[in-house]
């Protein structure tokens, strides 16, 4: 668990206010194939808006995103995200969007006011989304940001909710080994 | 602490709870309808985890594809019924058992003021009628399933003030059409998303039907729950059906809202929510005349017997246009039994609609009543977003029991004020 990495240090891929998951994120016809290995989503990672975008991000690339990202409880793009080891900054996002982003293990923060006015593509960023605060290295601006709750810590930590689940699972066995059923 | 953060707060354990907190509410119950099922006991069954934490507390509702127009949902209907026996669910509300689950368990006394449960589906906000919260968990239901619990962060609490009665034909389907809207352009200022939606003010004119209807449409605008404080006559029902001891809920009278809205309904029009979305709600006068192909009755926000009752009224000795056809989905088979030995049954059957089993009806993905392309239709149905009833270019939209019943006898869209029923007076207000 110590392993994991809450601060990410990357480029920035900026995006407006308003991106909707289906097709500001990622293909309608993705969300409806209820495609969501990240061999098939990664593909198609802001290819409406930004055709071959997955070839170019790397690892650690940290998205900022303006007022009410993500629109729709869907998960496929935020899978695609967590896969390619980003993060996500937004100004706002609905609720239900920001659960999917959680559900699937993605390091983001919301609520984060007027990042988008503090940089542009291609800065150079480093984020702790466990701590709460983002630097713009390449414009030095440093700002305090909602970290992610300690309550949701633990399961962006084990991936998200299958990877959560898969933890309880093995938790469950070790302790009905540790005490079985006398009834059993 | 407001009604959310107190039944929040007592489901968790906790003196007392914020907004933006991260708790873990034992739930009373955990519903999980047909539709998802599979899903949930394929990812469950994936992890090796066969199991559920509290099989007792688990509701299996079948609402959304009840009498299975495919063969799909026949073999869903199928793994659904050995998932109840593998997971040893008693609580199985199958086919013709129980209704709409939304709807019915207010009326056996299943779902009673002050509990908290978690639902897969998002319109559980109907449990605010009855002065509790459903929440929409989605496919981490199967985290529900397997450990008995899952996150939920803490809502904002919006209170909106109702001040005034409703007139003569105007219904609480109208007053949630008309928030919408009023939200939609800003002259309710608030923000819905994941935020609860607590009533206040002149409620006591709203029966249980009524306040399902205002939870209805603050849904659809986002809002994660939405809460009537019970009335004396909602309570006294609570108390006659009880399957178990409850406590009402109320908000503390110095609770903190993060807006303080009012609303006043005394001159409010019949509404009609043109398509595209329940919050493009204008006076029934403005969309009068429109010709119609299909009416539905029926769902989660104007499915429970009072609904039934005041279309009936206007349906009284009278045909549906020839050129209509007319579906009609009660909320329960408690109120389709009810309305035989009450004559309704008669009523709409001989005014020419067509009973559909108990349930979603084609509020569900079209998967029964469906309506062609270019059709227009006008409906009770919880959004009229294009393609809820299948095709895309369909005309949706919405209005009361009242102005649908109306609208299907006239072949358009029609004024119920203008349609004194038959028999006696049409009641006002809130059913």
């Not at chain 2, 119950?29 to 688990?58: C, S, W």
């Not at chain 2, 509990?115 to 449990?127: G, L, P």
Request: glycine share 12%.
């Amino acid at each position: 668990m110590s392993a994991f990495q809450w601060r990410l240090t990357g480029r920035c891929y900026k995006l407006g206010h308003d991106v909707p998951h289906q097709g500001g994120v990622i293909p309608g016809w993705v969300i409806a194939g209820r495609y969501l290995e990240p061999k098939d989503v990664i593909p198609h990672l802001f290819e409406e808006t930004d055709p071959g975008f997955h070839e170019r991000c790397r690892p650690g690339d940290i998205i900022v995103a303006g007022r009410n990202f993500g629109m729709g409880p869907k998960m496929n793009g935020y899978v695609a995200m967590n896969a390619l080891g980003f993060g996500l900054v937004c100004e706002s996002m609905p609720f239900l969007a920001y659960r999917a982003a959680v559900g699937c293990g993605l390091r983001v923060m919301t609520d984060c006011v007027n990042a988008t006015d503090i940089c542009e593509t291609g800065d150079a960023l480093e984020v702790d989304f466990r701590d709460g605060w983002f630097v713009n290295h390449t414009r030095g601006i440093r700002r305090e940001y909602p970290p992610v709750p300690d309550g949701l810590l633990e399961l962006i930590e084990l991936g998200g909710n299958t990877g959560w689940l898969k933890q309880w699972r093995t938790s469950q066995q070790r302790t009905t080994a540790a005490h079985p059923d006398p009834e059993a | 602490m407001t009604a959310v953060e107190k039944t929040l707060a007592a489901k968790s354990g906790r003196a007392g709870v914020e907004p933006g907190e991260v708790v873990h509410p034992d739930p009373d119950f955990i519903m999980v309808h047909d539709g998802v099922v599979m899903g949930a006991k394929r990812e469950l069954d994936a992890l090796g985890i066969d199991r559920l934490a509290a099989p007792e507390k688990v509701v299996m509702v079948t609402d959304h594809d009840v009498i299975y127009g495919s063969a799909r949902a026949a073999e869903r209907g199928a793994f659904n019924r050995q998932a109840a026996r593998q997971w040893g669910v008693r609580q199985f509300f199958d086919v013709g058992r129980g209704g709409h689950g939304h709807i019915f368990p207010m009326e056996t006394g299943m779902l009673l003021p002050g509990m908290f449960y978690f639902d897969n589906d998002r319109h559980a906000t109907n449990a605010g009628a009855i002065g509790a919260f459903g929440f929409r968990m989605g496919a981490e239901i199967s985290r529900v399933l397997a450990t008995g619990t899952n996150w939920v962060m803490v809502p904002k609490t919006v209170r909106l003030t109702i001040r005034g009665r409703l007139a003569t034909g105007v219904h609480a389907r109208d007053v949630g059409f008309r928030i919408a809207t009023l939200v939609a352009n800003g002259a309710l200022d608030a923000d819905l998303d994941y935020r609860v939606l607590e009533y206040a003010g002149d409620l006591d004119q709203f029966d249980l039907a009524a306040r399902a209807a205002l939870c209805s449409s603050p849904t659809e605008m986002r809002a994660y729950g939405v809460f009537v404080p019970p009335s004396a006559a909602v309570l006294a029902h609570a108390r006659e059906k009880a399957q178990r001891p409850f406590t009402p809920v109320f908000a503390d009278a110095h609770a903190h809202y993060e807006a303080d809205l009012a609303l006043d309904v005394s001159a409010l029009e019949p509404q009609v929510a043109l398509p595209g979305g329940v919050q493009h709600a204008v006076d029934v006068t403005e969309a009068a005349g429109t010709r119609i192909d299909h009416v539905f009755l029926g769902s989660c926000g104007s499915g429970m017997y009072a609904d039934l009752e005041t279309a009936a009224r206007y349906l009284a000795g009278r045909r549906i246009a020839p050129h209509v056809r007319m579906f009609v989905a009660p909320g329960s088979e408690e109120s389709t039994k009810r309305m035989a030995r009450e004559g309704l049954l008669q009523t709409f059957i001989e005014a020419g609609a067509v009973m559909l089993p108990a349930g979603c009806g084609p509020c569900n993905d079209a998967v029964i009543g469906p309506v062609h392309s270019g059709e227009v239709s006008i409906s009770t149905a919880a959004n009229n977003n294009y393609g809820r009833f299948g095709a895309k270019d369909a005309q949706l939209y919405l209005g009361s029991p009242a102005t649908v019943a109306a609208s299907a006898i006239a072949g358009c869209i029609a004024d119920p004020r203008a349609c004194t029923p038959l028999q006696r007076e049409a009641r006002s207000g809130g059913s």
